[in-house]
């Protein structure tokens, strides 16, 4: 193993990757990360509802305490809401155990930086540094950490996502939702939440499991079949589901139909730069235009990132955006938190609708509609950088080709749409992401630039 993180911290199947005495090594690797800055740096630990959560929180926190870091223990809780205390309480570093949608088998590990953010490539390469170098804090016997628990982090955070929305008009719609936790950390927020907001909850999936047996993580299509059946059922005005640290939300309209995050994205976007009169959205370059079309409408304006939420949200602190996020549900809202937040989510789709006041099905089909043409063809990983260099000269030249954007991979905008090509962090491929308002353009383009780079690959 010569990389520790990934793209969404540490993660590994438990007892074969994802070990205690990996977290163990990975505590004491971040406690002296953070003992290099502070002599005394206090850290808030949490986790999700797997069953392997008390096992990796124990042992990460003997590492921490060994190296002379205050441990609070959070209890189990939504990610956002970790991030959330550590921000408000000041702590200096947040530690989640998580694996977010992926299967019950995995688990990991991820650090929060003081400011509640997910920490920097840089700062992960730190301690992974650290790791493999050994290089652990040398701590004295009367110089370890201290342990406590604190349990009001939950009550904290719902505080700050109620003074963020129209409670009024949210509980004057006296809205009917089907909430699907998907037997995640979700669990210890949503339902209440969407109690006090005076809603109509059928509840789903709203029994921590760590198991996951009513229905896998990652709310997808395939895996909300239940919450779309009883939507319509129900007579709802929505569905919603969070994926296992909950913080995602993918939301199901009043007819049962899936509801795909870049529409959630687009229409909350919409709402939230007509009320400010304009702003700076931001979200990775992968993301549909459909969301550039309704904020530039509304006087806005899109910023575009590298992929990851880290990067998304270190933007938006930069240029002081209204919003931002990704297209698979993870939404920022910066006057409550810089971090993917699905209960945030979720209470302002309800302030949304109160004051639309039409149904979701409605709003949806009156945004803009964009074709997506998926595909993906190998490059050894040690030639993708000159591929993706040779690509960009080549159709530098090319009549039909507008503009090129080489802020994460190299997108292409050309007069019918754009095509992105883009390597794969973790497999010897590229990905290459085609959209335009016609199917068939979306597959043209795709394809040719399929066929391009296989050429240039060669
Ligand atoms: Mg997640």
């Given at each position: ?63 921490l ?16 809401t ?21 299967p019950?088998?995995?688990?990991g ?11 920097a ?9 650290i ?35 129209n409670?009024?008009a ?11 936790c ?5 669990c ?8 006090e ?26 895996n ?9 059922e ?6 919603v ?9 993918i939301?199901?309209d ?7 995050g ?8 919409r ?22 079309e ?19 949200a270190r933007v938006?602190?930069?240029v002081?955006?209204?919003?931002g996020?990704e ?30 006041n ?24 040690d ?8 690509l ?15 802020t994460?991979g ?21 990905r ?5 308002k ?10 040719k630039y ?9």
């Open positions: 193993m010569t990389k520790l993180f990934g793209t969404n911290g540490v993660r590994g199947v438990v007892n074969e990757d994802m070990t205690s005495e990996l977290a163990l090594a990975m505590g004491k690797a971040i406690g002296s990360y953070l003992r290099k800055t502070k002599d005394k740096p206090s850290v808030a630990i949490g986790t999700d509802a797997r069953i392997s959560n008390v096992m990796l929180k124990t042992s990460c926190t003997s590492g305490l060994s190296v002379g870091c205050d441990v609070v223990d959070l209890g189990i809780l939504p990610t956002p970790l991030q959330f205390a550590v921000k408000e309480k000041n702590f200096d570093a947040g530690v989640i155990i998580t694996a977010s949608h992926n019950p088998q995995f688990n590990i991820k650090v929060i930086d003081g400011d509640g953010t997910e920490l490539k840089d700062q992960e390469e730190e301690i992974e540094k790791y493999f170098s050994g290089n652990i804090e040398k701590t004295p016997w009367d110089k370890v950490g201290t342990f406590s628990q604190w349990n009001g982090a939950i009550d904290l955070y719902k505080k700050s996502i109620l003074s963020n929305v409670v009024t949210i509980k004057n719609a006296k809205t009917s939702v089907v909430l699907d998907g037997n995640g950390a979700g210890f927020v949503a339902p209440s939440l969407l109690n907001l005076d809603c109509k909850v059928r509840e789903l999936n709203c029994e921590p499991d760590g198991l996951f047996r009513g229905r896998p993580s990652e709310p997808v299509p395939e909300l079949k239940e919450l779309m059946s009883i939507v319509p129900e007579g709802a005005e929505f569905g589901a969070q994926d296992g640290d909950a913080d995602r939300a939301f199901v009043e007819k049962g139909n899936f509801v795909f870049d529409k959630s994205f687009a229409l909350i976007a709402y939230i730069v007509r009320q400010r009169g304009g702003g700076k959205v931001v979200t990775p370059v992968s993301t549909s235009s459909c969301l550039e309704v904020v530039k409408a509304e006087g806005g304006e899109v910023i575009y990132t590298a992929v990851g939420s880290p990067i998304v938006m602190k930069k002081d955006a209204v919003f996020g297209e698979n549900g993870g939404l920022i809202f910066p006057e409550h938190q810089y971090c993917r937040d699905s209960a945030m989510t979720i209470a302002k789709m309800l302030e949304l609708l109160a004051i639309e039409r149904p979701l099905s409605e709003l949806i089909d009156e945004l803009p509609k964009y074709e997506v043409v998926k595909l993906k063809t190998h490059c050894p990983n030639k993708k950088s000159q591929v993706m260099n040779r960009s000269e080549i159709v530098a030249d090319e009549s039909e080709v507008e503009s090129i954007d080489r994460d190299v997108k292409i905008y050309t007069k019918n749409g754009w095509v992105l090509v883009r390597p794969s962090g973790t497999e010897p491929i590229f290459i992401f085609a959209e335009s016609e199917k068939s353009r979306a597959d043209n383009l795709a394809l399929k066929k391009l780079v296989e050429e240039i690959v060669q």
